[in-house]
């Protein structure tokens, strides 16, 4: 079912209910709001049509109603929170159809039981819709709610207390009324200690809530002064700051936001502020948060940078943390030809570059951001200029601010309607504020002078003049933001045109343009003092030349104030007609003009009956002094007439112009009709191609499954080859080591092998003194034999020779010494046998143990041996494996 089919269904289920309140109409008109919630409502009501507003208006009555069934109420309002999508639509329901005061009544209706979800939805609504707006003590059941949130703020409910916290900030916030009401109630105090003891709870929104609460009670009071006194002040600060930058979510964010900004507004508070030594890091940390792609949460950050650039001194501090050069961000396409500024060219500010993301960020609803993006560079960089020097940071970041401004001049689409247009002047105004600010400091003049051609400023005029004169329909607003725009575009060029080729030129060239006389005559007879000091400053510049239309601006300007006087004059007469019916002025006039020719007639039929009464003249001055009365009330009802005339006018020209849009309507509806046709031909074209292209899927489904089993053999095969190959790394690695293992083996037999060579060697020269020893041992064995032969012999002679002996005594002691000098020699003879002796068996022990170490040795090399023949088989093995193709005999002598 389309919107159209849906509203009208909705709006006749509606009536119907009204009418008979039986189970059946009821039950119908829920299907239908459920099915309309289904449906994409963005920006229905402020499209402008008559049915959507209608329907909404029924619904409203009936949700009011205490007869209604909760069931049925809880869709309507469903169906309003949905409705309730942007700004426009929050302000539609609440200035046309007073959506508060309902969504009240329905509250109060069922204040005894606050934790049906009926209930949480009209809160969590009324939350949405009173969010920056104020709520007028005035209006209906506002003192029952204030009574409903007190009660349940204290209460234990945990479900109710966030929404009820939530809705009485909205309330409370700038409402001087509704705190006035709060504080007059006699329990006020355990209120407060209610809140303060909130203070501690374990939820960071609830800690928001209650803080915007207290501030707005009590920040100019004891209580207030006791908690936001200077040494709590700076957790506060640091608590508001982190749940800002860490918080449960954009709706903590933003009560955050709006808590700091409450807070800037008191001037000890702000002073606090400016003496918080960790407002730096702080504000870093929450331009960070510009560096993502919330549209919501970036607007409520500039929103906290724009509060806080109204306290003067946190000014400088924002300029330090938002031009703070870091390394890292060069600028592409945006004329890096500097002189004279300096050559960090590469050191940008990290914290402005987020912010000039957000001048023309593609993201959808950053409009109102990128318009507050300009409005806080306006303010740091007016700041920053003013100082006696001017930083290099603060000049480079110009340098790359310039080129995303002047792309922001551009894109101008008269087709796309007439709130594209207001946009585009809006933000070309404050663009060409900006780059006035810029203009004011001669550095960043002839930076402004480089980028800005007189071309670019010749067109801008061109098309702003066109829209300012010709606007489309008959939006006067319009026509006043494009003024406005067309001369800050002009004031931009007064000031550039000493730097800049040939703007001189095009700024008197279309200063004597008929066009510019409309947006002059606007800005020198409006009512903002800004406007006029342009306006005068332009008319400076224009009077002296010679074609400048100085007759026609001065008749546009009387024909704007006769204008503006008669909106005055109709405005109070509008008045008048809203409080009188028509109907009764109609009857009113013509009832009093025959009560005054009736009173006329018994007035003179009275005179020529009673010319002699005395009281005749009496009688004619009071009805003198009625007819004078009668004759003004007939004057202001004539007046009330011609309003209603006029207003009967507009309606004609109203119904006119909806006649008009209803033909166009038809016509776009026969247009859409063959449109249709061709679409259904087109989607028959398109089924039979859509067959063929699920026959090919089913084909290239088929495809893809062979293609996957063949993948799958594939990847077992890649599988085995990883393991093969996996293995054959093993076995390489191994053999690698085996044959390192037999090259150190090898040079260990090799030197085993000369060492057993010269143990061999060492053996042989042993034994050949062994056996020298031994032939010397024999030859000295033999001497002592023949010595010993020797001496037998001798003593024989000596016995035989002893009585020879007694008698030659001389001889016998000659041969005496003789015998004791032989005995010297034999005993020096034993001791040369005892020495060789000992030799002989030192040698023998030599002997023996190098035969020892000979059996060691022979053994060890054979176990070498056997070694060797292992791994050479293990080698021939490793061969085999890795080649196939090895020699069955493999050749391992050393």
């Known amino acids: 079912m389309d919107m159209t089919t849906c509203l009208k269904s909705l709006l006749l289920a509606v009536h119907q209910y009204r009418d008979g309140r039986t189970a059946q109409n009821a039950a119908q008109l829920q299907r239908l709001v459920e099915e309309m919630s289904g449906l994409k409502c963005d920006q229905l009501l402020s499209s402008g049509q008559v049915m959507p507003r209608e ?22 309002i469903s169906l309003l929170s949905q409705l309730a999508c942007d700004d426009d639509s929050l302000e539609i329901l609440n200035s046309r159809y007073n959506l508060t005061s309902t969504l009240a009544s329905v509250v109060h209706c069922h204040s005894t039981t606050p934790g049906e979800p009926l209930v949480l939805q009209c809160l969590q609504l009324l939350q949405k819709l009173t969010y920056n707006t104020r709520v007028f003590q005035s209006t209906n059941y506002i003192h029952e709610l204030v009574a409903f949130l007190i009660t349940n703020i204290q209460s234990h409910n945990d479900d109710i207390i966030m929404p009820c916290l939530g809705l009485m900030v909205n309330l409370c916030r700038d409402n001087r009324s509704v705190q006035r009401h709060i504080k007059s109630l006699d329990h006020v105090k355990p209120f407060y200690r209610t809140l303060i003891n909130f203070l501690a709870h374990n939820s960071l929104t609830v800690v928001v809530f209650t803080l915007s609460i207290l501030a707005s009670l009590t920040l100019n009071e004891k209580v207030g002064e006791k908690l936001f006194d200077a040494t709590n002040i700076h957790q506060t600060f640091q608590l508001v700051f982190n749940i800002i930058v860490n918080g449960d979510g954009t709706l903590t964010r933003k009560y955050s936001v709006d808590l700091l900004v409450d807070l800037l507004k008191n001037p000890k508070i702000a002073e606090y502020l400016t003496r918080y030594r960790h407002f730096s890091a702080c504000v870093s940390k929450v331009l960070r948060l510009l560096q993502s792609k919330d549209p919501d949460s970036a607007a409520k950050v500039l929103e906290l940078l724009l509060a806080m650039c109204s306290v003067s001194g946190l000014r400088p501090l924002l300029c330090e943390v938002v031009f703070r050069p870091v390394a890292g961000h060069k600028l592409g396409g945006a004329g890096r030809s500097r002189r004279g500024v300096g050559a960090d060219d590469g050191r940008k500010a990290e914290s402005g570059l987020s912010l000039v993301q957000w001048l023309s960020s593609p993201v959808e609803g950053a409009e109102s951001c990128s318009l507050q993006t300009l409005q806080l560079l306006n303010e740091l960089l007016e700041e920053a200029l003013g100082s006696d020097s001017v930083s290099e940071c603060v000049l480079s970041f110009v340098e790359m601010l ?45 930076l402004v002078s480089r980028q800005v051609s007189a071309q670019l400023g010749l067109s801008q005029v061109e098309s702003l003049l066109s829209l300012a004169c010709n606007p489309s329909g008959s939006d006067s607003d319009l026509s006043q933001v494009c003024a406005d725009a067309l001369l800050k575009t002009l004031e931009l060029m007064s000031k550039l045109r000493q730097q800049v080729k040939d703007m001189e030129t095009s700024f008197y060239r279309m200063l004597q343009d008929q066009r510019i006389v409309t947006p002059l005559s606007l800005a020198l007879t409006s009512h903002h003092r800004e406007r006029v000091q342009t306006g005068l400053s332009l008319l400076f510049e224009a009077s002296p030349l010679p074609d400048f239309p100085s007759l026609v601006l ?39 003009s025959r009560s005054i020719h009736s009173l006329v007639d018994k007035i003179q039929n009275g005179l020529e009956e ?3 009464d005395s009281h005749v003249s009496q009688i004619i001055d009071v009805y003198e002094q009625k007819l004078s009365a009668f004759a003004s009330k007939e004057t202001c009802l004539q007046d009330l007439l011609e309003a209603k005339a006029l207003a009967l006018s507009q309606a004609d020209r109203l119904i006119a112009q909806y006649l008009f849009e209803r033909a166009q309507a038809e016509a776009e509806a026969c247009k859409l009709g063959s449109l249709l046709k061709e679409a259904e031909r087109r989607r028959e074209d398109l089924q039979g191609e859509l067959s063929n292209q699920v026959q090919e899927v089913e084909l290239a489904k088929a495809d893809i499954e062979e293609l996957l089993r063949h993948n799958a053999r594939l990847q077992q095969d890649s599988d085995t080859h990883q393991d093969l190959k996996g293995v054959y790394n093993a076995l390489l690695n191994r053999f690698n080591e085996s044959e390192r293992l037999l090259k150190e083996l090898q040079t260990a037999h090799i030197s085993l092998t000369k060492q057993s060579d010269a143990l061999r060697k060492n053996h042989e020269a042993l034994q050949l003194q062994h056996e020298e020893t031994a032939s010397g041992l024999e030859e000295r064995e033999e001497e002592i034999r023949s010595l010993r032969s020797d001496l037998q012999q001798k003593n024989s002679d000596i016995a035989g020779l002893r009585g020879e002996l007694r008698a030659e005594e001389e001889k016998l002691q000659e041969k005496d010494r003789e015998k004791r000098e032989l005995e010297e020699t034999v005993d020096v003879l034993r001791k040369e046998l005892n020495k060789t ?45 890795s080649s196939g193709k090895m020699k069955s005999d493999v050749n391992l002598s050393l």
């Open 55 to 76: 329907c909404v208006r029924g619904l409203l009555e009936l949700s009011g109603n205490p007869n209604t069934s909760p069931t049925l109420t809880s869709s309507i």
């Open 402 to 446: 310039l080129p995303v401004l002047l792309g922001l001049l551009r894109g101008l689409d008269p087709s796309q309607g007439d709130a594209h247009l207001r946009k585009h002047c809006h933000r070309v105004t404050h663009v060409t504020s900006l780059l006035l600010v810029l203009c004011a400091e001669d550095s960043t003049r002839s």
């Open 554 to 592: 001065g008749e546009s300007m009387a024909a704007n104030n006769a204008y503006r006087q008669r909106e005055a004059e109709l405005s109070v007469k509008r008045v008048a007609v809203q409080e009188v019916p028509p109907s009764s002025i109609l009857d009113c006039s013509s009832g009093s």
């Open 610 to 612: 009673h010319e002699k």
């Open 837 to 881: 002796e000992q030799a002989r068996k030192e040698a023998s022990i030599k002997a023996s143990s190098l035969e020892m170490q000979k059996s060691t040795l022979e053994t060890k090399l054979k176990q070498k041996e056997d070694e060797l023949s292992k791994h050479s088989s293990m080698i021939a093995m490793i061969h085999s494996l």
